[in-house]
């Protein structure tokens, strides 16, 4: 997961042509913290996507912007369009994550 730091790599990174996820996270979260324990393999599996991990502490404009009210929270974004948004208290377990990214469309 490629992190981002500043506006001009969000926009670059959800501008491409390959659909992205942005992990929106903070350090002091402890469900962010659980996510990182299993996210690896879903990483592995969903491979179609380039992912990002954003810290919302340093970038909460774009958090606000975005309507990331809790986190964790994965966003998915297609030409620079959000196309989906899997809410932080839908985001606890691996099979929820799972779920949420195998109804996507292709």
Same mark, same amino acid.
């Given at each position: 997961?490629?992190? *981002?730091?500043? %506006?001009?790599?969000?926009? /670059? /990174?959800?501008?491409?042509?390959?659909?992205?996820?942005?992990?929106?996270?903070?350090?002091?979260?402890?469900?962010?913290?659980?996510?990182?324990?299993? *996210?690896?393999?879903? *990483?592995?599996?969903? $491979?179609?996507?380039?992912?990002?991990?954003?810290?919302?502490?340093?970038?909460?404009?774009? /958090?606000?912007?975005?309507?990331?009210?809790? *986190?964790?929270?994965?966003?998915?974004? $297609?030409?620079?369009?959000?196309? /989906?948004?899997?809410?932080?208290? $839908?985001?606890?377990?691996?099979?929820?994550?799972?779920?949420?990214?195998? %109804?996507?469309?292709?």
């Amino acid at each position: 997961m490629k992190p *981002i730091h500043t %506006k001009e790599e969000f926009q /670059a /990174a959800i501008t491409g042509e390959q659909p992205v996820i942005v992990k929106f996270q903070a350090g002091w979260c402890p469900d962010c913290t659980r996510m990182d324990m299993f *996210i690896d393999p879903i *990483i592995e599996e969903f $491979n179609q996507y380039q992912w990002f991990d954003l810290n919302r502490d340093e970038l909460p404009e774009i /958090a606000e912007q975005y309507e990331v009210m809790g *986190i964790p929270s994965l966003l998915i974004f $297609n030409k620079g369009d959000k196309t /989906a948004h899997l809410h932080s208290a $839908n985001a606890k377990s691996p099979e929820e994550v799972t779920d949420f990214l195998a %109804k996507q469309p292709e």
